[in-house]
């Protein structure tokens, strides 16, 4: 009897080869795509923009190109890249959204945290605004080399001394001018408010008084070596009896903090805010107390 089990195996062997040629064909390989890493912004930075919060916090913004949104925020800083808005101009990264629009002459802004997929703020942090009557700041979204031109490197607090400067005084109203003097050896910029809080004998915040930004232009301010820029505080010492007061907290001392840097510096000053606010004029390059407001 002849055998065809030889044959058998070979046919065999055929139809696998044969089967698995198919399935090659029919699954080819899936090649991932390049990713492209998204470069971060080089060269000067302008100068952090001050955002006053709701909270008493400071939240400092720089804008490098039309694209990005450097924050700093408590202590941390965060780049944020411009996202789809119907309104304004939105930034998202880092888990945040930091979202900011004009309306009558005030820039609004919120930061919030996001959820994974960076499509909706879902707490909000932090609630700021900035008189947004500044024509020589690049507004948010905007190429500051077209509006600033050529930028000094920001001002650090180790650089710059704290110092009382001239005062005013009439009908109620105390206003005291603060200067900021470059001790470096090179030029810097400041811009914006300094965040500005009161301090009691000992050393801690007097929490029943507000800083609040008084309208105003502010425009970048480069500070020489050994030169000075200067700010303002405006409060008034007459009790709200409205109110029912009839005395006003005291203060000891005035600690600030500038734009990009976390570090505070401070001076003695003895003062009796009433109302339970100063207002804070920004950085300019001229000792005189600012205007006050048309309305306060």
Known sequence: MTSHRPLAVALMGAFALSACGQGTEETPAVVAPPVTPVAAPTGPLPPPIAYACQSDQAIQVQYP?????????????YTLRIAPSGSGARYVGSGLEWWTASRNGQENATLSRIGPNDQVGTTVLETCSRPSANPDLPPPGSDPASTTGAVATPCRVADLRLSVETADAGAGNRAQV????????TPCAVSGYPAVSLLDTQGRPLSTVRSDQNPGTATPVAVPAGGRAYFDIAWNVVPNEAEGQTSCPSAARISIRIAGDASAMTTPLALTPCGGRIRVNP??????????????
Do not use: Y
């Open 178 to 185: 603060f200067g900021l003097t470059n001790t470096g050896a």
């Open 65 to 77: 190109d039309t694209e990005t949104a450097q924050i700093t925020w408590r202590g941390q800083a």
């Open 283 to 296: 950085l300019r390059a001229t000792e005189e107390v600012a205007a006050p407001p048309a309305s306060t």
